[in-house]
């Protein structure tokens, strides 16, 4: 299947008049794309998450300056810290609908430490952020949901780099999680550890899409993007991907281009043509199939959203 190559989002994204979004990681990468494309369509509001307070000011008033009767605002956000995200969203979203929610955000390849919370960094910001802000904005979601005609969507992004959890044993390793270890794997370990937090992110998609099937929930790969985050990897890291990606033959893609797989998932495919719990690679192609046993596995699914929903619980004191 070629996908959807020709896609631009200048002409192809519906308007957006009444919609409101939330997009993470929105200061810079593919989020910053992500929510310049958005605005230029007439949402009526559209919400990004950062810790730059500067960039998203700067962001804020170059959108402006192009679209004077955009909406925005910035909502300061840590998304390796569980506590955090539920004060932020608590306090900064003010409206009673959100039709698309964009859980963008990431880390890459990090060092083994652990999270405020304490767990591995990467799955703490990758997969426990973004499930607690899904968490968070699900009341709204699903009441938005209940609306005539309603089309209300989920994009989470992953990565090809997902299956680097093969070298993890039932692809995510809940008791060392558990246990609060950084999950050391020696030379590899930065990528092991992304490759676990990335299938999470497929798994709770996939199981998102299940358990409510009145909201369109998918996973992302973005593609191989020259966003700061890979740019500015240094030493085995940066020669690891520069080998792996000649090895794959995939191409960098420049943020523009990077954006595009979201974005026609987010606001320009037809509902129903998404399947729904899908996994999408560039631009528009779906490749569910194509996934690895584990990213395809229910029971794993369901277990991860299980382990994640009591996490949450406990770390919220929630009733």
């Known amino acids: 299947m070629q996908g959807f190559k020709d896609f631009d989002p200048a002409k192809d994204i ?21 929510v310049r494309a958005l605005a230029a369509h007439s949402p009526l509001h559209i919400y990004f ?18 679209h004077p009767k955009a909406s925005l605002s910035f909502i300061k956000m840590d998304l390796s810290s569980l506590r955090t995200v539920k004060e932020a969203i608590a306090q900064d979203f003010k409206h009673d609908r959100l039709d698309i929610l964009m859980n963008n955000a990431g ?32 009341p709204i979601l699903l009441e938005t ?15 090809a780099g997902y299956e680097f959890h093969r070298a993890i044993k039932g692809g995510i390793s809940f ?26 992110n497929i798994l709770f998609a996939a199981e998102l899409a299940r358990r409510h099937p009145e909201l369109t929930s998918v996973a992302i790969h973005p593609g191989l993007v020259k966003t700061t985050m890979n740019t500015e990897m240094a030493g085995w890291s940066k020669t690891f991907v520069d080998v792996t990606s000649r090895m794959s033959g995939e191409k960098w893609l420049e943020p523009h281009e990077g954006v595009l797989n979201q974005l026609w998932c987010a606001a320009g495919a037809e509902k129903r043509s998404l399947r729904n719990g899908g996994y999408y690679t560039p631009v528009g192609v779906d490749s569910t199939e194509k996934l690895t046993v584990e990213a395809k596995d229910q029971a794993l699914a369901g277990g991860l959203w299980e382990w994640t ?11």
């Open 175 to 200: 008791d060392e999680l558990e246990a609060g270890s950084t999950m050391s794997r020696m030379m590899l370990g930065a990528w092991i550890r992304y490759g676990q937090s990335k299938l999470a």
């Open 14 to 34: 519906r308007d957006l008049s009444g919609k409101v979004i939330l997009v993470t990681g929105g200061t810079a990468g593919l989020g910053e794309e992500s």
């Open 145 to 159: 949901a209940k609306e005539p005609g309603a089309d209300v969507r989920i994009v989470s992004n992953t990565s």
């Open 107 to 138: 880390i890459i390849a990090k060092p083994a430490v652990l999270s405020t919370d304490g767990y591995e960094i990467q799955f703490a910001t990758n997969h426990l952020g973004h499930a607690m802000l899904t968490r968070e904005l699900m």
């Open 309 to 319: 929903e009591k996490l949450l619980l406990e770390y919220c004191r929630c009733d």
């Open 49 to 66: 998450t950062g810790r730059n307070a500067a960039a998203a000011n700067a962001l804020i008033a170059d959108i402006k300056a192009k």
